[in-house]
């Protein structure tokens, strides 16, 4: 059974930076995607980044392509995501996930969540 926690969340202003963290426990296999995924008040749950955990083959949705980057740090079963340039309409509840078998942009996909963090940017 896998656990994740992640940390990082807060207010921001717009332009501003944030990074956040997802700490994994459990076993973690190299073909496990492990990324975030957002949901904004009202709004559908969708894909934001992921990251194989044995390549570290990134993937990541148009609208943060350029301010945002996942990383992992392997020692630590941890992955980052640093955002930069963040907008208002970045804001919503940040989920940390793991997709065991499939592409690791899918909510269908996904087999662990952690509880997420709320990021909120102001105008």
């Known amino acids: 059974q896998v656990q994740l926690v992640e940390s990082g969340g807060g207010l921001v202003h717009t332009g501003g930076s944030l990074r956040l963290s997802c700490a994994a426990s459990g076993g973690i296999f190299s073909s496990y995607y492990m990324g975030w995924f957002r949901q904004a008040p009202g709004k559908e749950r969708e894909f934001v980044a992921c990251?194989?955990?044995?390549?570290?083959?990134?993937k990541y949705t148009d609208s943060v392509k350029g301010r945002f980057t996942i990383s992992r740090d392997n020692a630590k079963t941890t992955i980052y995501l640093q955002m930069s340039s963040l907008k208002p309409e970045d804001t919503a509840t940040y989920y940390c996930?793991?997709?065991?078998?499939?592409?690791?942009?899918?909510?269908?996909?996904?087999?662990?969540w952690g509880k997420g963090t709320l990021v909120t940017v102001s105008s």
């Open positions: 990251i194989q955990w044995g390549t570290g083959r990134t």
């Open positions: 996930a793991i997709d065991t078998y499939g592409l690791g942009n899918q909510v269908e996909g996904i087999e662990y």
